[in-house]
């Protein structure tokens, strides 16, 4: 048996061996980690290589996840619904051998530029189980290079749908779907290799899942999977029974739709009964003319996610715990898109959504959820031809900082938890792509003030240093409506995007925008700092003074802010 933080046993099922589960819970999580190492090493492009913006999992032969690796926490709740639609077109036509493709918003896919990868396993011409990988593609197509506007404003211009298609069959190419796909993308070089990275993580899953069941045979293994799952749940339901019943409310604000500035509504409801949560977001906004919108299967992955960082138990990370927590969205909203709703830069909307779902459950457990993080990466893809007028695309999610927690400070410099990426380092950039850094750093001063402040905002300088205009294409947000502190600790400080900043032409651009950058242009991106915990007047002078000593923040900065600090600044040279 299990037990809880409250010393409560949580009983595994009748004819389960305890040692065997962990041992069959620890090789599949082991399992999954090996295919994003594989992943990681042998991708081309910098979204997957250095920026991490992928998952990998397992999932049984019903297409319930019984492992995800330790990666991006906004794929994972999606691919249940991937393999859904997998199943819709091609349940009886799987055979051994198949690898499937899909990337489409409206069959199984979240936007166009993830793009999810399939393989089933057999046991003696039975289906047993599927390994999974999907993974943010540099570029797929579209108006815009990198296939992220957010100013598109239908699917149509976003780049190449693909339907749940087989891309092996049989361990036979299709060739028919490659050349399409091919003359289709900017750079089929990098994405081909991109794809070759994903097929050899699901070679790597393939192959650990045949040495399991050697060792423990398939019937004995489709029983541990049905009792992780099981399991999962239990754990799931006996702390959400520890959350006290209510209906606790929450919105949230973002800056642009995607094309204009204007207000977009994050309406939550999170209700707790029993075992069992219901998060609705009904109420937000309806689907806008910009590419924010996000899917269903994605507004369900968010909930979970926030669900799932106030449990304090350790549980196996799998789709048993989705059970006990129903989403509801209403169709035709930008929580539940529907044709012909532009969805390639959906990620922002849906940090803002994990933002409120939190914000919410704050109100139920005020000692388990920090302030708001920093609201969203900025995303931002440079798009154009070098000297040899050979394309290139450089494509980054920039992040983050991380809220005040009600024991200790916000992290300074770690993207935010829906993300769990890494920016990626300037050695690479200035190596492959026309791009010449000039800065990068904190931003002093940028948290929340709090009794333990918010993480600190960073920020990028880049000179374009191409021979011709390149495309440059920003999402960000938090402009206007800042990060959220709680507990009376005060919000963090707004993103700016500057172009040629520190110049007498210098210039504030918006949130979110598409123009062209000119040869030897310099563009600043700042992201949100995060918001603080906790009234200011109860920080520690020893944690002030060290923030002092160390540039984060300024002498006048405290003087506003930390009122207990003043007699203590001599200390300070």
């Known amino acids: 048996m299990y037990k809880d933080k409250q010393n409560k046993a949580i009983e595994f099922s009748k004819n389960v061996d305890p040692i065997k589960f962990e041992l069959i819970r620890n090789s599949l999580f082991s399992l999954v980690n090996e295919m994003a190492l594989s992943l990681v090493r042998s991708s081309y492009s910098g979204i997957l290589r250095d920026n991490m913006d992928f998952s990998t999992g397992i999932a049984d032969a019903s297409g319930e996840m019984v492992a995800q690796g330790l990666s991006l926490p906004l794929q994972f709740g999606p691919m249940p619904d991937a393999i859904s639609a997998v199943f819709g077109r091609w349940y009886n036509k799987m055979n051994e051998g198949d690898v499937f493709i899909l990337n489409d918003p409206f069959e199984g896919g979240t936007h166009l530029p993830d793009v999810f990868f399939i393989k089933p396993i057999f046991v003696k011409m039975k289906l047993f189980c599927f390994v999974c990988a999907c993974g943010h593609q540099i570029d797929v197509g579209g108006r815009v290079a990198g296939s992220n506007a957010s100013d598109s404003k239908e699917v149509f211009a976003e780049g190449i749908r693909i339907p749940p298609l087989k891309l092996i069959e049989a361990g036979q190419r299709n060739e028919t779907l490659f050349s399409i796909i091919e003359k289709n993308v900017r750079l089929p070089v990098n994405l081909f290799g991109d794809f070759r990275a994903h097929l050899t993580a699901l070679q790597t899953g393939e192959k650990g899942i045949y040495e399991l069941i050697q060792k423990y045979n398939s019937t ?24 006290p019943d209510g209906k606790y409310k929450f919105t949230d604000y973002m800056d642009c739709d995607g094309v204009e500035i204007t207000k977009v509504t994050i309406k939550v409801e999170v209700r707790i009964k029993g075992d069992s949560v219901t998060v609705d977001t009904s109420g937000s906004s309806p689907q806008v003319q910009g590419a924010i919108n996000s899917t269903y299967s994605m507004t369900k992955a968010v909930s979970y996610f926030a669900i799932r960082s106030i449990i304090q138990e350790d549980m196996p990370n799998n789709g048993g715990f989705f059970r006990p927590i129903k989403v509801i969205s209403e169709e035709g909203s930008i929580m539940q898109s529907v044709l012909p709703a532009a969805s390639g830069a959906r990620g922002v909307t849906l940090l803002r959504l994990g933002d409120a779902v ?131 600790g005060e919000s963090g400080s707004l993103s700016k995007n500057i172009l040629n900043p520190g110049t007498t032409i210098e210039k504030i651009l918006p949130p979110m925008v598409t123009f062209k950058l000119e040869p030897n242009q310099v563009v600043k991106f700042i992201i949100p700092g995060a918001g603080g915990w906790g009234n200011p007047e109860n920080r520690k002078i020893d944690n002030i003074l060290y923030d002092l000593k160390n540039g984060l923040l300024t002498k006048d900065y405290v003087k506003r802010k930390y009122k207990n600090i003043i007699p203590h600044l001599k200390q300070i040279k």
């Not at 004995?220 to 992780?228: C, I, N, T, V």
């Not at 009600?406 to 492959?432: A, T, W």
Request: aromatic share 12%; glycine share 12%.
């Open 358 to 488: 939190l914000g919410a459950l704050s109100k139920a457990v005020p000692d388990r959820v920090s302030a708001a993080n920093e609201g969203g990466p900025t995303l931002y893809s440079f798009g154009g031809y070098d000297h040899l007028q050979n394309p290139f695309i450089f494509v980054e999610i920039f992040g983050g900082s991380w809220g005040g927690r009600p024991n200790k400070d916000g992290v300074d410099g770690i993207s935010h938890p829906l993300c769990n990426q890494r920016n990626i380092p300037i050695e690479f950039i200035e190596m492959e792509y026309p791009i010449r850094v000039l800065g990068y750093g904190y931003v002093p001063d940028s948290g929340g003030a709090g009794q333990y402040r918010g993480g600190l905002a960073l920020f990028r300088e880049f000179q374009y240093i191409g021979k011709t205009p390149c495309q440059l294409q920003i999402r960000s947000d938090r402009s206007v409506t800042p990060p959220y502190g709680l507990n009376k």
């Open 220 to 243: 004995e293994l489709e029983k541990y999977f049905k009792e992780l799952l099981d399991h999962a749940e239990r754990i799931t339901r006996n702390a959400i029974t520890k959350i």
